[in-house]
């Protein structure tokens, strides 16, 4: 039989057997105007002069009569028109291909007109689109498997899918997908009901997955955490959100002083500290004690309160002078809210006038504070002890003693127990690291979660402010990658961090004979490498 084609202004008349399906028709139509078309020719629709539109299904005598013209619909100016309808899925089957970053998909569903649609391609592009009414599934009715459609790039990514038909009908849709980085294909079906004209979607199923799963927890024995450095104290009756360890002195060591100008000062709160996480001018940082008073002038005469020094005593007994010492005044009942003088002040005291005034007595440390903290720095003594001296204009001196303790030797940090009371998911790994420069922990840790109703592991860092999702396909990345560097032990670039103060290498521990991962190791240090942890995170099981 010849029929005549047109497509655009290429026309060919083109010779078919009368027995042959349309659907092989449109193969041999493809190859005669490949040579015309800049992408890839595909044929979706053929139609007659008047607008009819032939079905694929059916066998070319039953549908076309000789010299027959026929209109062509190429697939890409047919695909975008037509994926528009396509609004409902059933169901999409996608692989991830780890050489290229990204998934090839099988979507099945329906359209706007209730037919079936089935589509190969990535997330923003269409390589097949095939349509199917109720009656052309009913077309199929050898039995077996028969092909509906498939793409192929010749690099090893390709997708295959097929009608099985059982007792005469369609009653399952087969996709197989493969990648250039899965070691075998995914293999998934869906099952399809006619319904009259009605095509419903029935029960999904994965015969054979691509990747091996996480099924169960490893087996693999990890060694025990390897710890370098000094660390800090763990003080799990604290919580370091509200306590930094400091302020731990009480109404016992409140000073009550009247000086030899007969002005009392009554110390009304605990003395309380600050490390600031700003530097100074030579490079440090100011470690700072706040002191409240309620001062009374007992003299019939007004007496003007004119400089501020301050002194106190060192771990080997000596008395030093604070770098500088300030009056002020508390501008609100939250901690350590101060305004400050640092110009040259003077503070008149009418007689018998009492007033409220704050003393803030600072010392400069060498080095640098990351963090801002409540509490006196470890290179004080843990109680120290402070004289204010109070000058006037009778030219007298009142000398305060005044006492400050931490609570805690060290500093109040993270530890497991207090970080799993802020965390709302399970905790399953956690790691730190003590800065004892700069006076902070660094940490990292992994949560049991859960993402699109997967289960995943969550990681976290100080080092960074994103958190990574590590489901079963990262760790089956990491296996492709891996065996692709030939590294059993393969570092995950992305996952490592580091700020000022710490740094953190991730890697996967990769067993080549299962191809998947046994184990993660977090090797955490600061960021001289004076401190360090390595410790490993056996992989549990992420399938339900």
């Given amino acids: 039989m010849r029929l005549r084609v047109a497509w655009k202004e290429y026309k060919f008349v083109i010779p078919t057997g009368k027995s042959n399906k349309v659907s092989d028709l449109f193969k041999e139509i493809a190859n005669k105007f490949a040579a015309y078309s800049t992408e890839e020719f595909i044929v979706s629709e053929l139609k007659t002069v008047d607008g009819f539109v032939i079905s694929p299904h059916y066998l070319v005598e039953d549908a076309l009569l000789e010299n027959d013209v026929l209109l062509v619909v190429d697939f890409e100016s047919w695909k975008n028109e037509q994926f528009k309808l396509c609004n409902k899925s059933f169901v999409l089957f996608a692989l991830e291909n780890f050489q290229d970053d990204n998934k090839l998909r099988v979507n099945i569903g329906l359209n706007t007109l209730s037919k079936l649609f089935v589509s190969i391609g990535l997330y923003n592009k269409l390589y097949r689109l095939e349509l199917f009414d109720s009656a052309d599934l009913k077309a199929f009715h050898k039995e077996g498997e028969h092909p509906v459609t498939h ?13 099985v038909v059982n007792g005469g009908i369609v009653t399952k849709v087969k996709s197989e997908i493969s990648t250039v980085s899965s070691p075998k294909p ?12 009605k095509i ?15 099924d169960s927890d490893s087996a693999v024995e990890v060694p025990e955490e390897v710890r370098e450095g000094k660390s800090y104290q763990d003080y799990d009756q604290y919580d370091y959100y509200t306590t930094d360890g400091g302020n731990g002195s009480d109404a016992s060591h409140h000073a009550i002083v009247t000086g030899p100008s007969d002005i009392r000062f009554e110390q009304v709160d605990i003395t309380r500290s600050e490390m600031s996480n700003y530097s100074t001018n030579n490079g440090g940082f100011m470690n700072s004690f706040f002191t409240d008073f309620q001062i009374t002038n007992n003299n019939t005469d007004r007496v003007t309160l004119s400089k501020i020094t301050a002194e106190y005593q060192d771990k080997e007994g000596k008395w030093l002078p604070f770098t500088n ?12 809210d101060y305004s400050w003088r640092t110009d040259n002040i003077l503070i008149p005291l009418e007689p018998r006038d009492t007033i409220k005034l704050s003393t803030n007595t600072r010392v400069e440390i060498k080095g640098v504070n990351s963090e801002r903290l409540q509490r006196s720095h470890h290179s004080l003594p843990n109680e120290l002890h402070i004289k204010i001296h109070i000058h006037d204009d009778k030219q007298n001196v009142t000398t305060i003693p005044v006492f400050y303790k931490n609570k805690t030797e060290d500093p109040v940090t993270m530890t497991l127990k207090t970080r799993q009371a802020r965390v709302d998911k399970p905790i399953l790994f956690f790691q730190t690291v003590d800065n004892l420069e700069t006076n902070i922990r660094g940490w990292a840790q992994l949560t049991a979660d859960k993402s699109d109703g997967k289960k995943i592991f969550n990681f976290t860092t100080c080092c960074s402010n994103s958190s990574h999702y590590i489901s079963q396909a990262a760790l089956h990345s990491f296996v492709y990658d891996a065996k692709k560097n030939n590294e059993k032990k393969y570092k995950i670039k992305h996952y490592c961090s580091s700020n000022s103060d710490f740094q953190l290498e991730v890697f996967a521990n990769v067993n080549f004979t299962t191809s998947k991962v046994d184990s993660l190791c977090f090797e955490l240090s600061d960021k001289k490498g004076v401190a360090k942890s390595v410790k490993y995170f056996p992989i549990k099981k992420l399938t339900e």
């Fill in 151 to 163: 793409w192929e790039d010749g690099k090893g990514n390709q997708a295959k899918v097929f009608f």
């Fill in 186 to 197: 995914l293999i998934q079906t869906i099952d399809i009901k006619l319904n009259g004209t």
């Fill in 200 to 214: 419903e979607e029935g029960e999904i199923k994965t015969i054979q997955e691509a990747y091996e799963p996480y």
């Fill in 325 to 336: 010492a300030l009056f002020g005044t508390r501008r609100s009942n939250q901690i350590n």
